[in-house]
């Protein structure tokens, strides 16, 4: 679960635990909880989430323009016969995603931590 989504599902609980207790607690302090849960909400979504999230994805976009990951992307392509690892279309260096297994070994990939895929196969992988 993305961090992003996990703020969401906290701010959103407090919003639906605000409503619930407000037929048990009286009107005032309902909306007292209601308006702080959404201040600490909108704080969350709009300063601390995008810092957390540009840092990081800077660093990962300088990583892609590297001489090591485009290596690395090379060898993998080489290795899979310049096919897409799920359908086994044809690919080539600029047309090819590769696609982490797993972001553990972020900086220092094998080409047993990627896989070739195709723009649709990737954007599938993405989407389960």
């Given amino acids: ?3 992003q989504v ?15 207790f407000s037929v048990f607690i009286s009107n005032q302090i309902f909306w007292i909880s209601f308006i702080l849960g959404s ?9 601390y989430y ?17 001489p090591y990951w485009k290596s690395i992307k090379l060898e993998r392509l080489k ?18 995603h590769c ?6 070994n972020l900086g220092k990939e094998t080409i047993k931590d990627v896989i070739t895929l195709c723009p649709k196969c990737h954007s599938d992988e993405h989407s389960k």
């Fill in 79 to 96: 290795y899979d016969n310049c096919q897409c690892y799920s359908c086994k279309k044809p690919v080539t260096f600029y047309t090819s």
């Fill in 1 to 3: 679960m993305s961090s």
């Fill in 99 to 104: 696609h982490h297994k797993t972001y553990t």
């Fill in 39 to 47: 201040i600490i909400y909108y704080i969350l979504v709009n300063f």
């Fill in 6 to 20: 996990f703020i969401k599902l906290c701010a959103y609980s407090l919003i639906v635990l605000c409503l619930f």
């Fill in 50 to 66: 995008p810092r957390y999230l540009t840092k990081y994805r800077a660093r990962y976009l300088n990583h892609l323009k590297s």
